[in-house]
């Protein structure tokens, strides 16, 4: 390593209280109980991993992004339901470390998409007396059904639609939903609930700028605060080798899903974002990984321009 360069993992910082922190690296558990082995800690593992290789400063935005104060502060630990989160690191709540440290930006990387549906609640939580949006990029819709006592997996969007009084539908936009990965039923519940929908071929057609630019600037523009998430199956299929959501051809391209990370990471609206649906187990040679790793990045990238 030549001594100008500044790899990631040696430039994160180690949790102090005191410290006022641009944002903050934590990891949600993800589980396949049905293989018999336990894969809770892997994503973060293998995303923490590609740390070492990258470095702070991105060609393609010209940004050097060593100048944000970011801790990791590792794991997050939740209840069977995922319901209730716990910093062990921090010693606090995910609630009330929201509330305590509102200028941090919480990046969530690892666990299954129904994790959003935990982390989203107690981010509208921490922030009841500010309108909430929700920007989700996914290949699914995620408003099916909900089954009574488990996690709200297929339903994430229709949990925090539930739970949050201060989200509305019509604050909530998807971006790159696949093709035949839908349903009339689901389709109907969305546009009833306001939820605004572009497609991947939309992305394709149109440009990831401009649906950007779209839902930032008119969909989400009457809110205080937005939460993103990437639930990773959103890539075209021969990028998420390494998930365990269903996908298909018709997804979106690394380079559009970096270059919303990075807008996103611009806008000072954006105040938590999540990676999710990462399984190592099913990638080759860490490529999902290393996308998930780099969506992080571009995040940071983005944050580094905010005003």
Known sequence: MRMSEIRVSSWLKPWDPA??????LLSATFSNADRGIDESHAPADVIRGCFSDY?????D?????????VTDLGMMVSSPRGTDLRIPNAGIELGSFLK???HTVPIVVGGDHSITAATGKSFCDARRNSQIGLIYFDAHRDVGPMAEDSPPVG????????????LRGSSI???????????PRDRDWAEENGIRTYTARAVRHQGMASILANALGHDLDSVDAIYASVDIDVLAQGYAIGTGGRTSPDGIEPNDLLDAAYSLGQNRKVAMLDVAEYDPFRDVRDLTGRVCCSIVLAFLAGMRGRG
């Open 19 to 24: 410290v006022s922190y641009d944002a903050a």
């Open 55 to 59: 470095t702070t400063y991105s060609s």
């Open 61 to 69: 935005y010209e940004v050097d992004f060593s100048g944000l104060m």
């Open 100 to 102: 305590l440290y509102p």
């Open 155 to 166: 339903a994430t969007v229709r949990a925090l639609l539930q739970d949050c009084r201060n």
């Open 173 to 183: 936009v998807e971006i790159g939903l696949h093709g035949f990965m839908d349903s």
